[in-house]
């Protein structure tokens, strides 16, 4: 399969992912969009290296996935915690850093 399907489908989730951020008002919403983003970016960054016969975008890839699983850990956390505070995940509810 070329590799100009891949890049395709890796532009059309980035496409969906940043859409979801910039109109969607649910963090938990945001958060799946960022998730489809950085896996769009994966994606690429596979396509790439198979092309390219390299290993270098697989290990990149493996730090794009540890540092989303770090971001989920610690940004659930702190939607959990807005959530249990003020018992809405709206971001334009949670826009002010107030105790």
Same mark, same amino acid.
């Given at each position: 399969m070329p590799v100009a399907y891949y =890049?395709? =489908?890796g532009a059309v989730l980035f496409t969906l992912g940043a $859409?979801? $951020? %910039? !109109?969607r008002r649910n963090a %938990? !919403? $945001?958060f799946m969009s960022i998730e489809l983003m950085l896996n769009a970016v994966n994606l690429t960054f596979v396509a790439f290296a198979r092309?390219? /016969?390299? =290993? &270098?975008g697989q290990v990149t890839v493996f730090f794009v996935m540890v540092v989303a699983a770090v971001e989920? $850990?610690? /940004? =659930?956390s702190i939607i959990l915690a !807005?959530?249990?505070a003020? &018992?809405?995940v709206d971001i334009d509810d949670v826009d002010l850093l107030r105790g």
């Open positions: =890049l395709a =489908l $859409v979801g $951020v %910039l !109109i %938990l !919403i $945001v092309q390219l /016969g390299s =290993l &270098e989920v $850990v610690v /940004g =659930l !807005i959530f249990r003020r &018992e809405t």
